[in-house]
């Protein structure tokens, strides 16, 4: 149960995310289980064909690697320790292991953004700036984008997560999260959170405002070059293939925003939606992009085709 000391800051919390469900937690574990392994072994399984093909060895595919290994950072900060919670009702985070594993997810989703922008970027210098393809993505731009991501995620996430440190947590030290997400923390502090807000929202400009628009942008242009020129079958694999691409992209940000946006301006999600909002927010997109990045992506599956004919030969 919280202790209720009105001058003293709480330094430990308890994760209550499914309070409508909690007799039924134990049930949530095999799904969550089954998830994160999917998430495990599909990604590592793409990094693996990724690694051991040569003619994969390009920009495109660098950042197809570098998605993946970001979806497998992110659960293995939250999903684990969930897993505990369900089975053995290790729900208790320190107010440092909190900070730390809320820098962890906030700064990889945001380098996760940052990917996800890189790659429609590089779709549309290969398909609308073919001729100037090498010129453009080279060493030199892989370097650029490294120092953003680094530069642009750490300074805010860093900026999110000390803001949040000095807080005093003096009403309860519950949690209503599986992981320590940001305004869900911040929610329980007694000073004024209202520089927490303001930084929250920069976060959502950042990531959502900027890089969707930019992503949109991007796709809109290479449906326009992609159906101006083929015909047929193509047009309905590039129109396809852009909106499947889209629609996780949207997913991704969607959900993401709900979940920061929620609590910044109180909108009244009940707690049980809003903890699995954020859980997906995580997990889905990470359960997908080995197949929507992946296996659905022609130079990919032919190589996981050799692979498979080498290890298993008829």
Same mark, same amino acid.
């Given at each position: 149960?919280?202790?209720?000391?009105?001058?003293?800051?709480?330094?430990?919390?308890?994760?209550?995310?499914?309070?409508?469900?909690?007799?039924?937690?134990?049930?949530?574990?095999?799904?969550?289980?089954?998830?994160?392994?999917?998430?495990?072994?599909?990604?590592?399984?793409?990094?693996?064909?990724?690694?051991?093909?040569?003619?994969?060895?390009?920009?495109?595919?660098?950042?197809?690697?570098?998605?993946?290994?970001?979806?497998?950072?992110?659960?293995?900060?939250?999903?684990?320790?969930?897993?505990?919670?369900?089975?053995?009702?290790?729900?208790?985070?320190?107010?440092?292991? +909190?900070? $730390?594993?809320?820098? @962890?997810?906030?700064? /990889?989703?945001? &380098?996760? *953004?940052?990917?996800? %922008?890189?790659?429609? =970027?590089?779709?549309?210098?290969?398909?609308?700036?073919?001729?100037?393809?090498?010129?453009?993505?080279?060493?030199?731009?892989?370097?650029?984008?490294?120092?953003?991501?680094?530069?642009?995620?750490?300074?805010?996430?860093?900026?999110?997560?000390?803001?949040?440190?000095?807080?005093?947590?003096?009403?309860?030290?519950?949690?209503?999260?599986?992981?320590?997400?940001?305004?869900?923390?911040?929610?329980?502090?007694?000073?004024?959170?209202?520089?927490?807000?303001?930084?929250?929202?920069?976060?959502?400009?950042?990531?959502?405002?900027?890089?969707?628009?930019?992503?949109?942008?991007?796709?809109?242009?290479?449906?326009?070059?992609?159906?101006?020129?083929?015909?047929?079958?193509?047009?309905?694999?590039?129109?396809?293939? +852009?909106? $499947?691409?889209?629609? @996780?992209?949207?997913? /991704?940000?969607? &959900?993401? *925003?709900?979940?920061? %946006?929620?609590?910044? =301006?109180?909108?009244?999600?009940?707690?049980?939606?809003?903890?699995?909002?954020?859980?997906?927010?995580?997990?889905?997109?990470?359960?997908?992009?080995?197949?929507?990045?992946?296996?659905?992506?022609?130079?990919?599956?032919?190589?996981?085709?050799?692979?498979?004919?080498?290890?298993?030969?008829?």
């Amino acid at each position: 149960m919280p202790v209720q000391l009105a001058n003293i800051s709480h330094t430990k919390f308890l994760f209550m995310g499914f309070p409508e469900i909690y007799r039924y937690r134990r049930l949530l574990f095999l799904p969550f289980f089954l998830s994160y392994v999917l998430v495990v072994v599909g990604n590592s399984l793409l990094l693996s064909v990724i690694r051991n093909t040569e003619s994969l060895h390009s920009p495109m595919y660098i950042l197809v690697s570098a998605l993946a290994v970001v979806d497998i950072i992110v659960p293995t900060a939250i999903i684990p320790a969930m897993l505990l919670g369900f089975l053995f009702d290790l729900n208790e985070i320190s107010l440092t292991g +909190c900070l $730390t594993q809320m820098f @962890v997810t906030h700064f /990889f989703s945001s &380098v996760e *953004s940052t990917i996800l %922008l890189a790659m429609a =970027l590089d779709r549309f210098v290969a398909i609308c700036k073919p001729l100037h393809y090498t010129e453009i993505m080279n060493s030199s731009m892989f370097l650029k984008v490294l120092l953003f991501t680094l530069i642009r995620s750490g300074t805010i996430m860093f900026t999110l997560v000390a803001l949040a440190a000095p807080l005093s947590f003096c009403e309860s030290n519950i949690i209503h999260h599986c992981y320590c997400d940001h305004m869900a923390l911040v929610s329980l502090a007694c000073d004024s959170i209202s520089k927490n807000n303001a930084m929250g929202l920069v976060v959502i400009i950042c990531f959502v405002g900027i890089d969707i628009s930019v992503i949109f942008f991007s796709y809109v242009k290479i449906l326009h070059v992609v159906l101006g020129a083929a015909a047929g079958e193509d047009r309905w694999k590039a129109f396809h293939t +852009c909106g $499947t691409h889209l629609m @996780v992209m949207m997913c /991704f940000y969607f &959900v993401g *925003s709900i979940t920061f %946006l929620s609590r910044n =301006l109180n909108i009244p999600i009940p707690v049980d939606v809003n903890t699995f909002l954020g859980v997906m927010y995580i997990v889905f997109p990470a359960s997908v992009n080995p197949i929507i990045y992946g296996v659905r992506t022609k130079e990919i599956r032919n190589a996981l085709l050799r692979m498979d004919h080498q290890k298993f030969p008829k």
